[in-house]
């Protein structure tokens, strides 16, 4: 099955600083998403990317659709404590033959920002 | 608006017994899907709905676990019997098509913890 390479898989920061994670796939997807959870909650969607080469940004967050259509990325600028958390990134494939998408999520980036 | 609410939050159970986790999507979302979340399989699909109907099941471990969507506002997913091996927390998600596909903006609620001992 499809799968996304998530990296890095921890990364431990100084608050202030920017941060950036990426996501790969041997496969070609329509949607990429960016997913945040923190500790005891479920995931939350933080920025959605639907065509090639779109760059989206929420606040500090930036997001990138590669243009290859197999890969994105995530910058946070200047992070703050409260940006601790598990970062995902997801990707939606059209299942070809079915009028439904598959959805897949990465391993996730766990982030911890000290003060 | 309410979220997806999904209960019980916690449940701690022995090896053996049946486990029954519900979840209410939010309201007009076409999709519903069940996922399982453990430190070493990270987010791992289970099945998904639409419109009430499974789509994909393959994610289902085995025989031991169901799932159905008897209306749009409910959904089960059956664990018997349990083992330890099911220990983890499990969300229900729900979401709306975009152009006929899933939009793969999913709301997650806030889990079910599952302990099997």
């Known amino acids: 099955g499809q799968q996304l390479n998530q990296s890095p898989q921890s990364m431990f920061i100084q608050e202030g600083e920017d941060v950036s994670m990426n996501c790969t796939s041997s496969?070609?997807?329509?949607?990429w998403l960016w997913y945040k959870q923190d500790p005891g909650e479920g995931p939350v969607l933080l920025i959605a990317?639907?065509?090639?080469?779109e760059l989206t940004s929420n606040g500090r967050l930036t997001a990138q659709f590669g243009i290859t259509r197999k890969d994105s990325f995530l910058n946070i600028s200047a992070s703050i404590p409260s940006d601790v958390g598990i970062y995902f990134c997801?990707?939606?494939?059209?299942?070809?033959?079915?009028?439904?998408?598959?959805?897949?999520f990465g391993q996730g980036t766990i982030l911890t920002v000290h003060p | 608006d309410a979220g997806v609410i999904q209960s019980p939050r916690h449940e701690v159970t022995e090896m053996g017994q049946e486990v029954t986790l519900r979840c209410k999507p939010i309201?007009?979302?076409?999709?519903l899907f069940w996922y399982r979340q453990t430190m070493m399989r990270g987010l791992e699909l289970l099945i998904y709905f639409n419109n009430n109907v499974p789509i994909d099941d393959s994610g289902m471990p085995e025989d031991r676990f169901s799932a159905k969507m008897p209306n749009a506002s409910f959904s089960t997913l059956k664990i018997q019997p349990s083992e330890p091996r099911d220990s983890a927390v499990y969300f229900c998600a729900s979401s709306f098509a975009r152009g006929g596909w899933v939009s793969g903006e999913l709301f997650f609620g806030e889990g079910s913890r599952l302990t099997v001992l």
């Open positions: 309201s007009g979302h076409d999709y």
């Open positions: 990317l639907y065509k090639a080469g």
């Open positions: 997801a990707g939606v494939a059209n299942a070809g033959g079915t009028s439904y998408g598959k959805l897949t």
């Open positions: 496969s070609i997807f329509n949607t």
